[in-house]
């Protein structure tokens, strides 16, 4: 599987972005999906995932009421809809895929592929 993301860019404080990640491969949808972050200096943390077998959500408690997770399965991709972005939503965000979890997974290592990850930018 491999995984592209995009829809990275520079907002204001306030703003809304929505990221996307295409993947390839005829089994998308019997992968979770998850997005991560990573900040300078900081570990890359789990932001919002969606499970492959009932579309269930999980969200980190800092994103949760802003972020929302989806995925298309027709077209083999995952998006990240973010509103009302904080100068400390700031990262690298990845698309990540994992197999054989019928529930999201918050733990990176539990990833299978990983996208490139895609650069977004808050300033207040």
């Known amino acids: 599987v491999q995984l592209v993301e995009s829809g990275g860019g520079s907002v204001q404080a306030g703003g809304s972005l929505r990221l996307s990640c295409a993947a390839s491969?005829?089994?998308?949808?019997?992968?979770?999906m998850g997005w991560f972050r990573q900040a300078p200096g900081k570990e890359r943390e789990f932001v919002a995932g969606?499970?492959?077998?009932?579309?269930?959500?999980d969200y980190a408690d800092s994103v949760k009421g802003r972020f929302t997770i989806s995925r298309d399965n027709a077209k083999n991709t995952v998006y990240l809809q973010m509103n009302s972005l904080k100068p400390e939503d700031a990262a690298v965000y990845y698309c990540?895929?994992?197999?054989?979890?019928?529930?999201?997974?918050?733990?990176?290592?539990?990833?299978?592929?990983w996208g490139q990850g895609t650069q977004v930018t808050v300033s207040s």
């Open positions: 990540a895929a994992s197999w054989g979890h019928t529930i999201v997974v918050v733990t990176p290592a539990k990833y299978d592929y």
């Open positions: 969606i499970s492959w077998s009932d579309g269930s959500a």
């Open positions: 491969g005829r089994t998308f949808s019997s992968y979770t």
